[in-house]
């Protein structure tokens, strides 16, 4: 009883924190409001899942005492830098998408891997630095004051609570996206997904100039 009970405060917490980093507007929700516009529902789920396997990685790498690379200035800088340019690249390929095969939902495999809401999710998660801020301040934290002390359970509650939240917000998202696009014609969809890979690209630009900005504090 006493294990469930640990395991039911840290997953409530985990879930809370969790969710309310989620919910913060950043490049992966611009993303799944696009991709559920083609994928339909299942994109929210397949970019939560995406971003769940990159996070349960990293719960396992710095449970083995390897968070400093997350507190390293250069690392953040270059991960503003080259995540950036990725970001710019899939906003890119967002609009192409748009221009080749219009504004339908298709529910088969994508042609393109930034298409892809599993790999977006994954790709995205790691290329946005302000993640890995997150884990380096508020998700070390958590894990290392709420989650170790209570073992085994506590761990698998802190990393079972926090993908949680992203399934239930992303899905929510792609949920809310999906089921507007019966309302609306696919001319203004269109339009729609072209502004949200022009956000995407801006997401990346604001993120090449925060890594440039960290390493010339360097200099």
Do not use: C, K
Request: overall charge neutral; aromatic content about 14%; glycine content about 12%.
């Amino acid at each position: 009883m006493a294990a469930l009970e640990s395991f039911a405060i840290v997953f409530a917490a985990s879930f809370s924190i969790g969710l309310s980093g989620a919910m913060s507007p950043g490049p992966l929700t611009v993303f799944v409001m696009g991709q559920s516009a083609r994928h339909g529902v299942i994109a929210g789920p397949l970019a939560a899942l995406g971003h769940g396997l990159l996070e349960i990685a990293l719960v396992v790498l710095l449970w083995l005492g390897l968070a400093r690379i997350f507190q390293w200035e250069p690392a953040l800088g270059a991960i503003g830098v080259i995540g950036g340019l990725v970001m710019i690249w899939m906003g890119w390929q967002i609009v192409s998408g748009v221009r080749r095969q219009g504004a339908t939902i298709d529910v088969t495999a994508s042609e393109s891997r930034a298409d892809n809401p599993m790999v977006g999710g994954a790709v995205l998660s790691l290329a946005n630095p302000y993640w890995s801020f997150w884990w380096a301040t508020v998700g070390i934290s958590t894990m290392t004051t709420l989650a170790l002390p209570r073992g085994a359970t506590g761990l698998v509650a802190f990393t079972t609570g926090h993908i949680a939240s992203d399934f239930f917000w992303f899905t929510l998202v792609a949920l809310v996206f999906a089921t507007g696009r019966r309302f609306i014609t696919d001319r203004v969809y269109g339009s729609a997904l072209y502004l949200f890979g022009a956000i995407l690209a801006l997401f990346g630009l604001y993120f090449i100039w925060y890594g440039a900005r960290v390493f010339l504090a360097l200099l």
